[in-house]
């Protein structure tokens, strides 16, 4: 079997229009102004979906066509399980649904599945635990009114998953969009490289978080982050390994975790496929920064084994790379596929050729610190004899997210800040902020607009899961559960 890899750095280029040099900051709220009277601040309370809207399941099939056949019924399993969980996995259905909706015409670089479980605690290079958006497959510059109509509504069908009542509801969605909008307007008064510099680690979230918080809430914001902080290689070594014959391997846990020798079984296929593999990881090293290559060729590949995340991405290619440096220290690498952003079809393509470097780019410039070994890779001709662009990451870097179903109504409300705030930083890196403050204003117009359209949209949702639970029952649609 014939295979190829590259990693061929892209062309640089600004994602977005940005203002220019000798534009003057009067002119730039001019600008933001002009797109308010064009497109009212309430005007995004809209949704009216009507009878030409596409149907969510017919879109959710087409992303079936490129993945993985056997996955697919866990990708559904997961996502009939409740409301929130098919709205994890419809990205694809929402972008469709915001297309018809206004938008300003003011763009950043979008993260396009900002849902409140994308958001969540990792290590920064300096060992510190910072706070920051960390799901990136679908990110694409594009209207930034989705990533936050995207957001509120996540926190409106979480606090109905969760049962709380209308009126706290409404308080959690205004409350984050609010955060959103204050964040704007201070990072519009900033310099650039102080907004560039913005970021929150734990300490700003818990000064956040503990205004709202009963004492007995802060201990368990305190015990996640502390568990977040055991999940690092080490632990990784612990969790998806194990020594045998005197050769550390990867532990097989069928479907969610299945080594490349039981994917494979003929040993010479394996044979071949682990030094392929081996050159594939060094291929990926070429997109990442000098000394970074530096540190990887330290490690030697030592197994590799797919492995079924989250849950719009099953069935996309997923894998472990476990390496080791002198036999003995471990670092784990997750290459996730990368295809076309579900916001292409909508917003036009991606300037990159390559989707893994399409993620990777983003990512970079949304958040405030990254993965040192965030990059990106192109397997011509692959396990399946199919090209497929990737990126890798750490698989555990203190990676930790919040319980959303144990939250009570305040430790939402406070999350649903710390949301807002981090995706306003975010787009503030890549749009021109002084024009988005300016079109938001100092009132509460959009946040009640977007308030409206949360409800209204988890209203949408809850008939779309209904529709994919039917689907199941009937037999139409193949699931398994509690994988």
Known sequence: MSRSISARRGRDSRPVSLPSDEESRERRVRRGKAARAAVPRESHAEFAPGPDRADPLALLAEQDRTRVPELLPIRYGRMAASAFAFFRGAALPMASDLARTPRSGLMVQACGDAHLANFGVFASPERKVVFDINDFDETLPGPWEWDVKRLATSLEIAGRSNGYPAKARRDIVLAAV?????????????????????????????????????????????RDVAKAQTRDNLGALGRFAAVHDGITRLNAEPPLVVPIRDLLGNPDEIQATEDWLRGLVRVYGESLEPERRVLLERYRLVDVARKVVGVGSVGTRSWIYLLLED?????????????????????????????????????????AVSDIFLGWVRVAAGIDDQQRDFYLRQLRDWKGSADVETMVPDGMRAYGEACGWTLARAHARSGDRVALAAYLGGGPAFDVAVREFAEAYADQNERDHQALVAAVGSGVTKAVTGV
């Open 327 to 367: 036999g003995e220290h471990p670092l784990f690498l997750q290459g996730k596929e990368a295809g076309a952003s579900v916001l292409e079809a909508y917003v036009g393509a991606s300037e990159f050729d390559n989707a893994g470097q399409r993620v990777v780019v983003g990512q970079r410039l949304m958040q």
């Open 178 to 222: 609010g955060a959103y909008r204050r964040a704007m307007r201070s990072f519009a008064d900033m310099a650039a490289l102080d907004v560039w510099y913005e970021h929150a680690d734990i300490d700003d979230i818990q000064a956040i978080v503990d205004v709202s918080l009963k004492a007995r809430q802060r201990k368990a914001i305190a």
